[in-house]
């Protein structure tokens, strides 16, 4: 049922004035911020097309087709079977491709297109779902776009994407587009206490940190955001001074760049801009909305000594920094700079 789904209202009137009307087009895209409920929505789409004991125009979620549908295959660790693999739920109307390498491949596609010529074997649709829609390769592509025109009218495609516009023209002007927005930071929150995800403070912060995403909020380790963020204040503190403490600064740089802890480098990054975010908002305003309003207190103490241009001027050198990771750069070096950097700011 779509009422147990968060957010994005538009979207769910809009599949059920599809369902309720009988015109659920053969190919969609959900194209949308990654982790907002695109995935969800599909397979609850696919749900309903294929429910044994519908209730109106929606599926039941209770019949064994509702339940099987949501279990999909695991992917294989053979990298030749991987090349080829697509994951079909416990339902044989309803399958899942997902990218296996760096693209979607020729071989992935030509799946689709063979089994979408056949007619559904237990339910009423056959509902091919397309993570990651923008990586297929050009072969892919093509193949897709021959399935598109052929394909029989019990079939359905929906491609979900962050990138529609990664998608061939031809391929987007045969799809129908259903747009999925952010979620509120209170949407999120109210479906981690409801269903018992989070509760209080630690639901309030988790949502505010998903900014918009509710896969990341089931998703978020908490404990190692908080050890990230006792790190990043840490920094915040040595920086305030007048002058800064540039001898602790290079010692701190030295921690987060710790050779064992790469992996945690850019959430140290992110951690940092979000708690320099919520200095800021409060050096403007006392009541501002933060995201780490468990620290308020610690924070407005800090606020007194950042103004708007030093904030803006460290928000600009961390996201720099950012944009050089995907180049092989010395984040030891690049670190003590940027930390140096944020020192002499004003």
């Known amino acids: 049922m779509f009422d147990k789904l968060v957010g994005n209202q538009r979207a ?55 339940k099987r549908i949501s279990r999909f295959a695991p992917s294989p660790t053979d990298s030749e079977e991987k090349k080829k693999f697509v994951a079909w739920s416990e339902h044989p109307d309803v399958a899942l491709v997902r990218r296996e390498a760096s693209v979607i491949n020729i071989y992935q596609a030509r ?9 559904p074997q237990e339910g009423r649709a056959r509902v091919f779902i397309i993570e990651e829609a ?12 021959k399935t598109l025109e052929e394909a029989p009218p019990t079939t359905h495609l929906i491609l979900l994407t962050v990138r529609p516009a990664g998608l061939l023209p031809t391929i987007r002007s045969r799809c129908q587009i259903i747009r999925f927005a952010p979620l509120a930071a209170r949407e999120i929150e109210d ?6 995800k989070r509760a209080g403070q630690e639901a309030r912060l988790v949502a505010r940190l998903a900014r918009g995403r509710l896969g990341r909020a089931l998703e978020l380790d908490l404990d190692s ?42 959430a140290h990054l992110d951690t940092l801009s979000t708690l320099v975010h919520d200095t800021w908002l409060l050096s403007l305003s006392p009541d501002a909305e ?9 924070l407005a103490r800090a606020a007194r000594g950042l103004d708007t241009p030093r904030a803006a001027r460290w928000l600009s050198l961390v996201e720099e920094l950012r944009s050089q990771l995907a180049v092989n750069v010395n984040r030891k070096i690049a670190t003590d700079a940027l930390f140096l950097s944020m020192a002499a700011a004003h």
């Open 191 to 196: 479906y981690l206490t409801k269903n018992r």
């Open 12 to 66: 769910r009137d809009t599949l059920r004035w599809m369902l309720a009307q009988g015109r659920v087009p053969g190919a969609m895209i959900f194209a949308g911020e990654e982790a907002v409920g695109k995935k969800l929505f599909a397979v609850e789409l696919a749900k309903a097309l294929n429910c044994r004991r519908p209730r109106g125009t929606e599926a039941c979620d209770e019949c064994p087709a509702c």
């Open 111 to 119: 799946v689709i297109e063979r089994e979408s010529n056949f007619r």
């Open 225 to 266: 955001y908080r050890e990230q963020r006792d790190a990043a204040l840490t920094v915040l503190e040595a920086l305030l001074p007048a002058p800064p403490d540039r001898a602790r600064l290079l010692r701190l740089a030295e921690g987060l760049t710790d050779p064992k802890r790469k992996d945690e480098y850019e």
């Open 290 to 298: 933060i995201v780490n309003e468990d620290l308020r207190e610690r």
């Open 134 to 145: 923008d990586r297929m390769n050009v072969a892919a592509a093509n193949a897709l776009l």
